[in-house]
């Protein structure tokens, strides 16, 4: 693939409409990745709904190179939220994941890559909110912990509630495995469903991240079959990527998405992430790598997005991170192709991000939830110029009060508060807009924090989305 530098003076929708092709081969038709969220639809876990096959069409037919499903649990009492899709074992979880991706897959003429986010939420799972589990069973992870979200009284009463007990530590080198094999499993089950490829959650302080980091797996056992030349800490990931290398087809495609950096003392580093990054590359295994940082202690990935990183002038948080670090990798396809996600949301910024090689492709998250269409109706659209193609900087009516009242940082004190809160404010009314998509009706950027809980959450997910979701999980 040409150096994209080689391109300039700068058409910058040429640049991002450019393709690109994988180590595996197969070709990505332009720049632009809708990133992993999760939808907030339904209830209780379980299969896509006819709701999530809507929403996935309208992102079918937007015009993005790849499509990332939201994080699907691969275990079903473990969920990041109490909308979570899953890889259940209910009898109808195959055929509706096939409709999902027929659905994205035959929305357009030129269809994007549609890849399924695998997940596992770790200790960061909460009991009391996802329902998924009785409150005193208790989350698991590498070490027995609770998350912390804040200091004071506020943070203390948040984080008891949400996680009654501790997690507890999985010690036992069998029971990795066995999570591994899930892992595989899930990725497996996506190829048959008719999905062009896996991510794996690896980020966010999730299950596989804490497992990397030296804050929540400080002593990490050695698992079996894994070669002697791979740290100790990148053993489950190793497992998972060769398990998937073994039982897929090349052309499946295989992404990672890492934290650059936990942003918690004790936690991944910016070097200690750097070196995996250089494993991942060198073991050969993978065909795209997406950078984000954060856990539910310090939610760098759902920052504001008018944060800047402290050494770019950049508006991406990471992009300090994948520049420094490009140059040590391969051009894709000789090796994996880098996205980057978190605060890219206009045309110039996006196109100087590749252009610069502080990526390959651009991952996009919360505009695409406000316009599934983002690339054909804006990013791409030649009769959009430069000046108006800035689809972020938009504020979420109700949610400042809303940050007063339930103890999240403000614009006005952005000292002190539980960041987790904050965070949870701006994902769920982005969820809601999803919500509405999948409901067959437009987004709306006006609509207040406060109303939307009402309508969006307690009368659509939870009174009409959840009963009937209950009675199926508990029938089994
Ligand atoms: C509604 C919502 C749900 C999200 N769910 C996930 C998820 O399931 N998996 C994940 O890796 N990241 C998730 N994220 C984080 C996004 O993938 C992305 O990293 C983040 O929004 C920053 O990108 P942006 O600035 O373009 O929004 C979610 C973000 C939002 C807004």
Redesign the pocket.
């Known amino acids: 693939m040409a150096d994209l530098k080689a391109s300039r003076p700068v058409d910058a929708i040429a640049v991002i409409n450019s393709s690109l092709t994988l180590p595996n081969g197969v070709g990505v038709q332009n720049r632009l990745v809708k990133?992993?969220?999760?939808?907030?639809i339904g209830l209780g876990g379980g299969p896509p709904r006819k709701e999530h096959i809507n929403l996935y069409k309208r992102w079918g037919e937007g015009g993005w190179g790849i499509v990332?499903s939201?994080?699907v649990q691969i275990d079903c009492r473990h969920l990041?939220s109490p909308h979570?899709l899953t890889l259940s074992p209910h009898p109808d979880t195959l055929s509706a994941y096939i409709k999902l991706a027929s659905a994205v897959h035959n929305a357009s003429s030129s269809p994007p890559l549609l890849l399924m986010?695998i997940?596992h939420p770790g200790l960061q799972s909460s009991s009391t909110i996802n329902l998924s589990r009785f409150p005193w069973e208790a989350a698991v992870g590498p070490c027995s912990a609770r998350p912390s979200v804040s200091e004071g009284l506020m943070g203390w009463i948040w984080e008891h509630a949400v996680w009654p007990t501790k997690s507890r530590q999985i010690e036992n080198v069998k029971e990795w495995v066995e999570i591994g094999n899930k892992f595989v499993e899930g990725a497996v089950f996506a190829e048959k469903a008719g999905w062009d490829g896996v991510?794996i959650?690896s980020?966010?302080g999730y299950l596989l991240a804490e497992y990397l980091s030296p804050l929540t797996n400080p002593k990490p056992k050695p698992l079996p079959d894994v070669p002697r030349d791979v740290p100790i800490r990148l053993h489950l990931l190793y497992l998972i990527l060769k398990g998937i290398q073994d039982n897929t087809e090349k052309r499946f495609i295989k992404a990672v998405?890492i934290n650059c950096s936990d942003f918690v003392e004790g936690g991944l580093d910016e070097s200690q992430a750097a070196d995996i990054v250089k494993s991942l590359v060198s073991w050969k295994l993978l065909d795209i790598i997406?950078v984000?940082g954060g856990t539910y202690s310090q939610p760098a990935?759902?920052?504001p997005?008018t944060l800047k990183s402290p050494s770019s002038s950049r508006q991406s948080l990471f992009a300090h991170f994948t520049t420094s670090l490009i140059p040590f990798l391969s051009l894709p396809p000789n090796g994996p192709a880098i996205i980057l996600?978190?605060?890219?949301?206009d045309r110039s910024l996006i196109a100087s991000s590749l252009l610069d090689r502080a990526c390959d492709l651009v991952?996009?998250?919360?505009?695409?939830?406000l316009d599934p269409h983002l690339p054909t109706n804006i990013i791409l659209n030649r009769d959009v110029d430069e000046m108006e193609a800035v689809v972020?900087g938009y504020g979420i009516p109700g949610s400042e009060l809303m940050k007063t009242m339930l103890g999240a940082p403000t614009q006005s004190s952005s000292k002190g508060g539980v960041r987790l809160v904050g965070a949870g404010i701006?994902?769920?009314w982005?969820?809601w807009q999803?919500c509405r998509i999948g409901r067959g009706v437009k987004p709306d950027k006006s609509m207040h924090w406060l109303k939307a809980l009402v309508v969006e959450e307690v009368w659509f997910e939870v009174l009409k989305g959840g009963p009937m979701s209950w009675w199926r999980y508990w029938k089994g």
């Not at 990133?35 to 907030?40: Q, V, Y």
């Not at 996600?341 to 949301?345: E, V, Y």
């Open positions: 990133a992993a969220m999760a939808e907030g990332i939201g994080n990041a979570d986010q997940s991510q959650h980020a966010h998405k997406e984000s990935f759902a920052s997005e996600t978190g605060g890219l949301h991952g996009m998250g919360r505009p695409a939830c972020g701006s994902t769920t982005h969820e999803l």
